[in-house]
């Protein structure tokens, strides 16, 4: 099993940027693939962005919404995922949250806030 804790959410201006990070515990991080989804209030969870598992570099696929201005990346030696938002819309507000998947399981962080707004 694997725990997660996201963090570097908070309030930032339209165009600006922000790096989300998501630290694991438990073993065998590198096994999982990690995606970050996001809630906004009145909406259904949706996918932003997701990364493959692996050792190697792994590969990425994106929301349409946020291609060319979010990247995921991952650190498996540091068992931590990222999430580097830049040129950030006020439509980008929204809880983010965190997940680790491997086969049939499935595990959350708890999320983080983020706002966008003059």
Do not use: H
């Amino acid at each position: 099993q694997v725990q997660l804790v996201e963090s570097g959410g908070g309030l930032v201006q339209p165009g600006g940027s922000l790096r989300l990070s998501c630290a694991a515990s438990g073993s065998a991080f590198s096994s999982y693939a990690m995606g970050w989804y996001r809630q906004a209030p009145g909406k259904q969870r949706e996918l932003v962005a997701a990364i493959s598992s692996g050792v190697s570099r792994g590969s990425t696929n994106y929301a349409d919404s946020v291609k060319g201005r979010f990247t995921i990346s991952r650190d498996n030696a540091k068992n931590t995922v990222y999430l580097q938002m830049n040129s950030l819309k006020p439509e980008d507000t929204a809880v983010y949250y965190c997940n680790a998947a491997r086969g049939s399981y499935s595990a959350w962080g708890q999320g983080t806030q983020v706002t966008v707004s003059s």
